[in-house]
Every structure is written in C-alpha cells, then in structure tokens.
C-alpha cells in the first residue's frame, strides 16, 4: 500500500524531527521526543502504513523477539531445575537399562506412536548399548491416545514378565511405527508379539492385572505433577529436556548438565575479603 500526500509529509515530518533530535542538547531532546509521540498518536494510520510496507522486515522482528523470550524463559527454567530438580520415582521393578550406579540417569517420558519418539528413542537407546557404565534409562509411558495406550500396557506387561522381551517389543514397536497407525485389526502388534516369543497365556494375565493399570495412572500422574504436557521429554539427573534431539546435541546437552550440577552442589569455602582488617 502507497502511502497517500498526507501520510507522506507526516512521515517526513516525524524523521525530521527525529534527526533534529539526534543533534540537539538534553531539554530539546525530550521537547521533541514529546513532539514525535504526539504526532504518532495523533496520526496513528502512518504506523500501520509503514508496518504494511514493511511486513515481511516486522513478522522477521517478531519472531526474532518471541524467540529470545523462549531462550531466555528456557535458560531460566534449567537453571531453576539444576538447584532444584525434579525427582521421578525409580521403582527397581520397573522397565530400566543400564547400571544402577551410572552418574546419568535418564527417565523417558514417551508415546509409542509419536514419530519425535522414535527418534529420541533410538538416541538413548544407542547412549546406554555404547556406554552402559555412564547412563541408565527408565521407561516411562505418556500415551496421548488410545492405541498408543494399548501399547503402553503391553510393554509394561511384557516387562513384568521378562524385562529383555519388553525392550525387544519396544524397539519393534518404534521400528513398525508407521504400521501400527493403522493396526486396527491388531494384526501388526500380533506380529511383534510373535517375534518376541510371549507367553499370550501370562501376556493376558498381566494385562488384566491392576498393576499394570496402576503403572500407567502413575506415569501419567507424574507427568502432570511435573507440567509434562508433549512427547517425548526426558529427566536427565532431575533436569527436564522437552523434544527430540540429535546425538551429538543430546550428550552436550548431558554433559552440561553434568557439570551445572556438580557447580551447584558445591559448596564455598570460607574466604577472606579483607584479611588484614579482619586480623
């Protein structure tokens, strides 16, 4: 949109003034800051104007700002999670990978259908077969519907029966995601179920068990109690990390982690600021 006669000479009026302002001592600087805010508000149409021939360089604007604010509310959320952090329950009976004494422990809240998921999945997964003595991994479920729900139960199930079956399942599950979308019939989960080699006969005891129910409600619980509201997130060592990430990002992301934790846990020893006059 062209700016019309009258828009232009107030537009140029304001940059005058503004250049005026530029080269003009404190008290003139301040009349005329007045002058070009009164204008604008007197003539509020010349903004809009401005902000539609320019809209691309304002949406650019924009979401620049939105993103520092998301920065910074990230930056002091870790902060606030590294001198407080969360503290998932570890029940030792549940769905766990690596050793109990390694220095990272690693709690996966994830959905089986959510493809983020599967690649988070396939990232700690990796992290603990490569380095079993540094991370431990607990599974924990946070469906987001019905059939991932379903899913959810045969793990844990398939866990209470057979720990290495239940993981055997739950990297099937991920690799045969996308045909487990549309398994409406059960015949792709009967598949999986097939080449783990369960028991149906325990397989449906446990399912019908009130732990297994419980076990999901508590997870789900957990999640909300701690503000958990997408898949995946990840509790490394009480710190939350919300989404999917490569690697490479993920164990820098630990390795921070690791070292904001130990700062924060040591304390100070005494000092002195001033030791002559304290003597």
Known sequence: MNLNTGDKVIKNTI???????????CVNKEMLKEQITQAIKDNPQIVLNAMREN?????EIVENGIDAREKIKREAQFEAEINNPYKPSLNPVRGALGSVAAPVTIVEYTDFLCPYCRKGADVVRKLVAEHPEKYRLIFRNLPMHDDSRQLAAVFEALALIDMKKAFEFHDLAFEKQKDLYNDKKGIVLGQILDQVDVDYKKLQEKLNS???????????KEAREFGLDATPTFII??????G???????????????EKS????TDDGEICEDCLNQQ
């Open 237 to 242: 060592n009480g710190v939350s990390v919300r």
């Open 262 to 265: 130990v700062a924060a846990n």
């Open 210 to 220: 009130a732990e297994v129910q419980n076990y999901l409600k508590d997870d789900e």
């Open 55 to 59: 809209s691309l360089d304002m949406l």
């Open 244 to 258: 999917y990430m490569p690697a490479d990002k993920f164990e820098h992301l630990v390795d921070l982690i690791l």
């Open 15 to 25: 940059l005058l003034l503004a250049m005026i302002i530029s080269f003009s001592g």
